[in-house]
Nanobody
Framework: QGQLVESGGGLVQAGGSLRLSCAASGRTFSNYNMGWFRQAPGEEREFVAAIGESVGGTYYADSVKGRFAISRDNAKNTVDLQMNSLKPEDTAVYYC????????????????WGQGTQVTVSS
């Protein structure tokens, strides 16, 4: 069974940066498409970014485009999310997910999920 573990969350002021990391174990995720989602209190889980199994295929929600960057290191079995120019509305629990199918913005197609890491942006 594969496992995903997120790290790097925390408290940051608006305009600051954080780098989230997702470490995969139990299986090789190099042939999986990887995604980041987030869920704020009282809100549904929403797509943030995804990266295909091949380097170069990245996808972003409009709300984070130009501020966030997703990357992966298949040798290390990790996926990172660099978050810059953070806003209070970025506050949420951030989840890493893996999908054996094509990159997708739909949470329901992802079969593996991490436990989440809290990101709080103060104004």
């Amino acid at each position: 069974q594969g496992q995903l573990v997120e790290s790097g969350g925390g408290l940051v002021q608006a305009g600051g940066s954080l780098r989230l990391s997702c470490a995969a174990s139990g299986r090789t995720f190099s042939n999986y498409n990887m995604g980041w989602f987030r869920q704020a209190p009282g809100e549904e889980r929403e797509f943030v970014a995804a990266i295909g199994e091949s380097v170069g295929g990245t996808y972003y929600a409009d709300s984070v485009k130009g501020r966030f960057a997703i990357s992966r290191d298949n040798a290390k079995n990790t996926v990172d999310l660099q978050m810059n120019s953070l806003k209070p509305e970025d506050t949420a629990v951030y989840y890493c997910a893996a999908n054996v199918g094509p990159p997708s913005i739909r949470a329901e197609v992802y079969g593996y999920w991490g436990q989440g890491t809290q990101v709080t942006v103060s104004s």
